[in-house]
C-alpha cells in the first residue's frame, strides 16, 4: 500500500524570479500543483516541514494529502523537486500532482532484491543488479512502497527479467526483456607483479663541441695561421 503524509501549503499571488527569492529568504518553498483535469495553482510551502516529510518518506509513491488555505486537502504526488546545484539540502521549487482514487497514474517504484542467490552462495558469483526501478500503472491507493523480487534460485549466468515478475495489481510499463538483475561469474584475481625500474638512459655523446667553443677554436686557429705568415 501506498505511504501517507500530509502537507500544508498557502495560495501564491505573486510571480516571477524574484518573487520565488524573497519567498525562500523567508523560509517557504514556491510549488505548483496541476493535475489534467485542474488548472495548475502556484502555492509556497514552508521549508523546514517540507525537508522534514522528504527525509521520512520515499517521494516516488507516498500520496501527499495538501491543504491548501486551509481548505479540504487534495491528494497528490510529488512529480518534482528541483535543488540548488551546489546545496543539494536547499530545495528551490516543488511540483505537485492532484491525482483521483478512481484513475490510475504512472508511477516508477524502488526495485528491492530479496534473498542469496544461489550463484552467489555457493559458487563465488557476484549479484549485478542493474534496474532499480520499475514502471508501473496502478491506482494511487494500491501503489507499493517498492518492488520485492526474489534472487533465491538464480544461478551464475542467469539472469531475472522485468517478464519474469509480477506487481499486485498494477500493469508493468517498463519492457518485459530488460533484465532486472544477474549473478556473474568472479573476476580471475590479478597479482601485480612489481615493475623493474628501467634504468636511466645515459648521457648522449657529443659529437661536436658547442658552438662557442667551436667559434673560440677557429679564432686561436686563425690568430696562428696569422702568426706564421708574419
Do not use: W
Amino acid at each position: 500500500m501506498a505511504q501517507q503524509a500530509t502537507l500544508q501549503a498557502d495560495t501564491r499571488k505573486d510571480a516571477g524570479k524574484g518573487a520565488a527569492r524573497t519567498h525562500r529568504r523567508g523560509g517557504r518553498v514556491p510549488a505548483v500543483i496541476y493535475g489534467h483535469d485542474r488548472a495548475a495553482e502556484t502555492l509556497t510551502i514552508d521549508s523546514a516541514a517540507l525537508s522534514r516529510l522528504l527525509s521520512t518518506t520515499s517521494v516516488a509513491t507516498t500520496i501527499l494529502d495538501v491543504t491548501i488555505d486551509g481548505r479540504a486537502p487534495v491528494k497528490a504526488l510529488i512529480r518534482e523537486i528541483q535543488r540548488h546545484p551546489l546545496r543539494a539540502t536547499d530545495i528551490l521549487h516543488l511540483d505537485l500532482y492532484e491525482v483521483k482514487a478512481d484513475e490510475k497514474i504512472t508511477v516508477e517504484v524502488p526495485i528491492h532484491l530479496v534473498g542469496t542467490a544461489d550463484g552467489v552462495r555457493n559458487h563465488g558469483g557476484v549479484m549485478d543488479q542493474v534496474m532499480h526501478k520499475i514502471e508501473i500503472r496502478v491506482f494511487p491507493a494500491d501503489i507499493p512502497e517498492h518492488v520485492e523480487v526474489d534472487v533465491t534460485n538464480v544461478a551464475i549466468g542467469h539472469s531475472i527479467f522485468v517478464r519474469d515478475i509480477t506487481v499486485a495489481k498494477a500493469d508493468i510499463l517498463s519492457l518485459a526483456d530488460l533484465p532486472i538483475c544477474s549473478v556473474v561469474a568472479p573476476r580471475a584475481e590479478i597479482v601485480a607483479t612489481p615493475e623493474v625500474a628501467a634504468e636511466a638512459p645515459a648521457e648522449p655523446e657529443l659529437i661536436r663541441k658547442p658552438k662557442a667553443e667551436d667559434e673560440e677554436g677557429e679564432e686561436a686557429g686563425a690568430k696562428g695561421e696569422k702568426k706564421e705568415k708574419e
